[in-house]
T-cell receptor
Framework: GQQVMQIPQYQHVQEGEDFTTYCNSS?????IQWYKQRPGGHPVFLIQ?????EVKKQKRLTFQFGEAKKNSSLHITATQTTDVGTYFC???????????FGAGTILRVKS | DTGVSQDPRHKITKRGQNVTFRCDPI?????LYWYRQTLGQGPEFLTY????????KSRLLSDRFSAERPKGSFSTLEIQRTEQGDSAMYLC????????????FGPGTRLTVT
């Protein structure tokens, strides 16, 4: 079945540093969604990427979809303590509308 | 509050007991999903409804698990003869049928099987 690998599993940064998490698939993805889950919370939708090479920005967050639609990345510029949480990529499943979540990247920010 | 709600938020049960969870989706959403999440992992898909029809069910889902959405609104997830391995957070999400619509998650029901 469709699976994605996320790297790194965990990153601890100093406040103000940048952060990037990568999502890689062995198969071509039709689209990919990104979610953030705060400690003790539930996943919250951030963005959806559909087109090859697509880049979308939300304030300090930049999302990218690879040209081959097999990988995606999320970059956070100048992290803040409010960025703490687990970031998941989730391509839409091969059949139907379910999401196939990666294992996530845990971000911790030292102030 | 017009978000997804789940009840109960926490459930502690003894092994072998049956449990039932409820999910109320966002009212205008006709797609409803159940996921299970264990510590350190991403949510794992269990099953999905469009209106009252259960359109997909994970092959990993044991026959002890059953879900319903009888009127196309709220949904229930029942686990029969619970096992310790069923301990997890059970998340419900809903979405509209528009294109690749994002999913809105509820707060989850944390199940502990002792």
């Amino acid at each position: 079945g469709q699976q994605v690998m996320q790297i790194p599993q965990y990153q601890h940064v100093q406040e103000g540093e940048d952060f990037t998490t990568y999502c890689n698939s062995s198969t071509t993805l039709s689209n990919i969604q990104w979610y953030k889950q705060r400690p003790g919370g539930h996943p919250v939708f951030l963005i959806q990427l559909v087109k090859s090479g697509e880049v979308k920005k939300q304030k300090r967050l930049t999302f990218q979809f690879g040209e081959a639609k097999k990988n995606s990345s999320l970059h956070i510029t100048a992290t803040q303590t409010t960025d703490v949480g687990t970031y998941f990529c989730a391509p839409r499943g091969e059949y139907g509308n379910k999401l196939v979540f990666g294992a996530g990247t845990i971000l911790r920010v030292k102030s | 509050d017009t978000g997804v709600s789940q009840d109960p938020r926490h459930k502690i049960t003894k092994r072998g007991q049956n449990v039932t969870f409820r999910c109320d989706p966002i009212s205008e959403h006709n797609r409803l999903y159940w996921y299970r999440q264990t510590l350190g992992q991403g949510p794992e898909f269990l099953t999905y409804f469009q209106n009252e029809a259960q359109l997909e069910k994970s092959r990993l889902l044991s026959d002890r698990f059953s879900a319903e959405r009888p009127k196309g609104s709220f949904s229930t997830l029942e686990i029969q003869r619970t096992e310790q391995g069923d301990s997890a957070m059970y998340l419900c999400a809903s979405s509209s049928t528009r294109g690749w619509s994002e999913q809105y998650f509820g707060p989850g029901t944390r199940l502990t099987v002792t």
